[in-house]
């Protein structure tokens, strides 16, 4: 077992490779990793040093976050995909314009977000509402579920989306004509019948 600043380094060599090339979020091309060495340092600080399991902890908290995530978005998937609810396509982490939706159903413009816990809440709210402004102003709707209710109430959350996709009325698509549809035929057959 792992002590001291071997655990310490053993948990931010996981972290670098977690998270390579992953940027923080509002800060430019700053690596991800800074936060959690920032995390850690926090920690350490906090205990005067004596504790590496904590700082360990400081690096490894978003890789301990992403799983619980990735469990949540695993059992919602199992609902979502091949078209199981409501004949819906839904696809998943899929790009709309500059972001990543946990799950979006285009025919629907429908976008469903599962949330994680975060340290820094009121950043991530900010960032979801700016997210959430973006989605609505391209006509999207947009239903968030936090991990918790996704494990806990997976039936209350297919249903909710459910839901959601019943009221979200499915565009209508007027095709192009053939060579000016009936009326056209009906012209031209009617000419013939004149002469």
């Known amino acids: ?16 490779r977690r998270h390579t090339g992953q940027q923080r979020k509002g800060r430019g091309n700053e690596p991800y ?24 902890a400081g690096w490894l908290h978003d890789t301990i976050e ?5 469990r949540a978005e695993t059992s919602l998937w199992r609902h979502l995909k091949a078209h ?19 799950f979006v159903a285009r025919s629907r ?32 709707r947009v239903l968030r579920f936090t991990n918790d209710e996704v494990m806990k109430n997976l039936e209350g959350v297919v249903l909710a989306i459910s ?8 565009p209508s698509l007027t095709l192009p004509r053939k060579r000016g549809g009936n009326r056209a035929r009906r012209a031209a057959s009617t000419a013939k019948g004149d002469q």
Do not use: C
């Not at 959690?36 to 504790?51: F, Q």
């Not at 790009?95 to 946990?102: F, T």
């Open 163 to 170: 839901q959601a996709a019943e009221q979200a009325a499915p």
């Open 109 to 140: 413009k429908l976008v469903v977000e599962i949330d994680r816990e975060s340290h820094d809440f009121d950043e991530r709210i900010r960032h979801d509402a700016r997210r959430d402004r973006w989605f609505a102003s391209r006509g999207y």
């Open 66 to 70: 992403d799983t619980a995530t990735a």
């Open 33 to 56: 990793v800074n936060h959690l060495a920032e995390v850690a340092n926090l920690l350490s600080i906090a205990t005067d040093g004596t504790d590496a399991e904590l700082a360990a």
């Open 84 to 102: 199981r609810l409501a004949a819906l396509g839904f696809r998943r982490q899929s790009p709309v314009g500059n972001y990543i939706a946990d």
């Open 1 to 16: 077992m792992l002590t001291g600043l071997g655990l310490v380094s053993e948990a931010a060599d996981f972290a670098a």
